[in-house]
């Protein structure tokens, strides 16, 4: 057989296997290589078995987290060309804002909550970003600069939703609670609680301000989803709950209202979801989303940039050209995500979550879809692919992945209010400086992600 190693490299292991047997009380089975090798006192004493001593070990453990090591990579390795294989052209470049995706590791780990994290939210013009956890506070970072500017006070139990909207030229952070109340907060006195809405009889677990995009809108109104089974609209100028919104038949998990304000998508308890129709006066059940297998968490209605690839999709020729909630997207406990269009028709199924799909948010650029889930994952599913999902990045935290947030695309003095699906840009009309790539009026895509977690950590993935 051929020898493997050279002879300064055998007789370096025959002298550690004699240094080992002999710290291992294997005196015995020691002098017996010794005498095998012709290794006497002489050319082996004790100092130099003393020199040898515990090199064994060393070089075992070398090897196993070597192993581990390759097989770490090798996985990475298969991931990489798995999306590489399955990404388009363009998306390969990656520097085309419309086919960024996020990418590890993250830019930020921001770290201050001393409980799980709930939600987490943009400001539409400052680099701001505001998280709310568990430990009932909410902290306010600079999402640039990876740090934290403040901890904001005064909610008494567990924070389950954050968002920044509101009246024209006067963005305010609105805040829900376990505590049974909405908080309002004014980033500009430093962020000052400037009204509480009580109402609500049970946990509010989802606040979004409607953007003012149907006629007359004034950017004042906040739409709220509860435990108690109700979505509630609200004045924010005056603290009054204007519409009480019943249809769901157990624990209302979401909203998200259409980028006109039109239309509101809820999530419920009950398996499913409703889109309503609140620009007329008594506001109904305009569709009823039936299909999912256990509760229904999160929700989001599609921009306008994917319709054509949904519209492919669902087998239509030509894409919807005036409703902005034709297609909406909705994730379950039962681990999958469903996309609909606006008569209630599922046309896509998307499959690969292992455990509780957390959020949802539709990229700008409509050509994707990108969710978290409770397996730790974020995966983004590719519309021009009929969903097919082409990244995964499996670790994104170390728990229970609970929020995702895409930051608003900047827009010159556009007066919709909050940016929630990254198509309403620098909402609430304040103006916002111009760059190179609006010209012609359209938003520049910022390319940054906000994730919370369970693992009391909120990261940031940017371009």
Known sequence: MAQILTPRQAEELHRAL?????????????????????????????????????????????????????????????????????ATPTSRQNKDPVSWLPKAPARHTLQSHREAITSVAFHPVFSSLASGSDDQTIKIWDWELGELERTVKGHTRAVLDLDYGGPRGNTLLASCSSDLTIKLWDPLDGYKNIRTLPGHDHSVSAVRFIPSGVAGGTGNLLVSASRDKTLRIWDVSTGYCVKTLRGHAEWVRDVCPSPDGRFILSTSDDYTGRLWDVSIPNPEAKITLIGHEHHVLCCAIAPPAAYAHLAAMAGVKK??????????ATGSRDKTIRLWDSRGTCIKTLIGHDNWVRGLVFHPGGKY????????????????????????????????????????????????????????????????????????????????????????SVRIFAN
């Open 369 to 456: 879809l990108i969710s978290v889930a409770d397996d730790y994952s974020l995966r983004c599913w590719d519309l021009t692919q009929e969903g097919r999902c082409v990244k995964t990045l499996g670790d994104t935290h170390g728990h229970f992945v609970q929020c995702i947030r895409w930051a608003p695309s900047i827009v010159k003095d556009v007066p919709t209010a909050n940016g929630t699906d990254g198509m309403n840009g620098g909402a609430n009309g304040t103006p916002t400086k111009m760059t190179s790539a609006e010209i012609g009026g359209e938003a520049q895509i910022r390319c940054v992600i906000a994730t919370g977690s369970v693992d009391l």
């Open 18 to 86: 004699i240094a080992y047997l002999t710290a291992n009380n294997l005196p015995q089975t020691a002098a017996a290589l010794r005498s095998e090798l012709d290794l006497g006192e002489d050319a082996f004493d004790a100092a130099t078995a003393k020199k040898y001593e515990g090199l064994l070990e060393k070089k075992w453990t070398s090897v196993v987290r070597l192993q581990k090591k390759i097989m770490d990579l090798e996985s990475r390795n298969s991931t990489l060309q798995s999306e590489l294989n399955n």
């Open 319 to 328: 894409p919807p050209s005036t409703s902005m909630a034709a297609f909406m």
